[in-house]
């Protein structure tokens, strides 16, 4: 038998959810052929078999989490024949009296009662999380996939229990009795005022206060649960967050000598290697040249030990139609612009297309989103756990720029480098970024 087990899709991610089984017990199934379909924060995609076979065991149903490493499902090799079932025993042994026990049992903490009984449709980090923070699970309405509990679903309980709630209010005390007087006598009459002046003197009466209106009462909208995907990216962005000093700095970078190259060469490049060419390899290989040079910008951070990593491994953020995905371009320090931009292309390809492998979403070191596709001028782009960085790349734009006291027209692109202040100073995130400026502003490598 052959174990299939849950991948780990990167090295932040301890869980996955199986969405969906593509075969079923007894089917045959062709190595690399896809098994099951898989979503975390940072994938969403098809899992291939491991070997040929017969699917002999499904033991993970759809829509269950597990952790990573987790077996579901099992194959037989070869012609997929299972297992001879192993003879039965010559003869029973009897039965034998159970001994008295020495010590009455003891009975197990309701808490740990809840979480042992819902142990099968949560994850391992929810069940370590419940034990550790003696929460009652009864008490939590889960919001992932059939009512499950999320580690966002305990963050915000934990965050509510901690708010001391606001005290009662006292009791508002009787009004005193009232003694009832006789009536007073009618008032003498008035001089009958004309109706255009009881008109100009009456203000108009005020209108009444709007109606309190429920969400689901709230013409024209509609309300859907999340993604599985999308659920998986929201807990990853808010753990980033709580996890890592965020600051941002942006730097105003000239790319006007690599614009007029890339029109220089980009026909003869696409009828060459049969793909365009984009600003982006020329980012990436000015960062990598920063890396050398600033190597705790491609470090993490291991409780109070800083890990420094020899290879240089550039996650690329590619966004996909329901989420966003950050495959790794590995050893990125080996390749060329031409290497660096067929890598891009390739990742991202496969990546709309569900077509990545496990290994291609794991171990980057440092990563680069490029919301500048989209028009955007500059952002502030959100750590990757466990990286210590990430770098913004804006629209590349022309604009009238101050030269030598004279005013002329510059391709003008804005890089935004968000870091993480526990490890990385202000300084020295400006002398890495600025590193970048200046490989692309001086650009002196050949493309063709």
């Known amino acids: ?44 995609t098809e899992i291939p078999s491991p070997a040929a076979g017969t699917l002999q065991e499904v033991l993970v149903e759809e829509g269950k989490t597990v952790g990573i490493n987790t077996v579901v499902g099992r194959i037989a090799d070869g012609a997929g024949a299972a297992s001879a079932p192993a003879p039965a025993a010559a003869q029973a042994a009897p039965p034998q009296a159970a001994p008295p026990p020495t010590q009455a049992p003891v009975a197990p903490s309701p808490v740990a009662t809840v979480v042992e009984e819902t142990a099968g449709p949560l994850s391992p980090l929810v069940r370590k999380m419940a034990r ?171 409780g109070t030990n800083i890990i420094y990593h020899r290879d240089i491994n550039l996650g690329i953020a590619v966004a996909l139609e329901n989420g966003l995905i950050v495959p790794v371009i590995r050893n990125a320090d080996e390749k060329n612009v031409v290497g660096l931009q067929r890598s891009v292309v390739d990742l991202a390809a496969r990546a709309r297309s569900r077509q990545l492998r496990p290994d291609e979403v794991q171990a980057g070191t440092f990563s680069i989103t490029n919301f500048g596709s989209f028009g955007s001028v500059f952002a502030t782009p959100v750590i990757n756990q466990p990286q210590v960085a990430i770098l913004g790349v804006g629209s590349v734009d022309k604009e009238p720029v101050v030269v030598d006291d004279a005013i002329a027209i510059r391709s003008m692109c804005y890089l935004a480098l968000t870091f993480d202040h526990r490890l990385v100073d202000g300084a020295l995130a400006d002398q890495f970024t600025g590193k970048v400026k200046a490989v692309l502003q001086e650009w002196a490598e050949e493309i063709l």
Do not use: C
């Open 1 to 44: 038998m052959i174990d299939v087990v849950m991948p780990q899709m990167g090295e932040s991610i301890v869980e996955g959810t199986l969405t969906k089984w593509l075969k079923k017990a007894g089917d045959r199934v062709e190595r690399d052929e896809p098994l099951f379909e898989i979503s975390t924060d940072k994938v969403d």
């Open 132 to 302: 550790e923070n003696n929460i009652d699970l009864a008490q939590i309405k889960g919001t992932g996939i059939g009512g499950r509990i999320t580690k966002l679903d305990l963050d915000n309980y934990l965050a509510q229990r901690s708010t001391p709630a606001p005290p009662a209010p006292a009791p508002a005390p009787l009004p005193p009795p009232v003694a009832v007087a006789p009536p007073p006598p009618p008032p003498p009459p008035q001089p009958q005022v004309p109706a255009v002046q009881a008109q100009v003197n009456v203000p108009p009466p005020p209108p009444p206060p709007p109606t309190a209106m429920t969400y689901g009462e709230i013409p024209s909208t509609r309300v859907e649960p999340m993604s599985m995907m999308r659920q998986k990216i929201a807990e990853h962005m808010v753990f980033s967050k709580r996890t890592s000093a965020h600051v941002t700095t942006v730097h105003k970078v000239d790319m006007t000598r690599i614009a007029k190259l890339r029109d220089k060469v980009k026909g003869q490049f696409q009828a060459q290697y049969g793909f365009g060419l984009t600003f982006l390899p020329f980012v990436l290989r000015a960062t990598i040249t920063a890396l050398r040079q600033y190597p705790i910008l491609n470090a993490s951070i291991d």
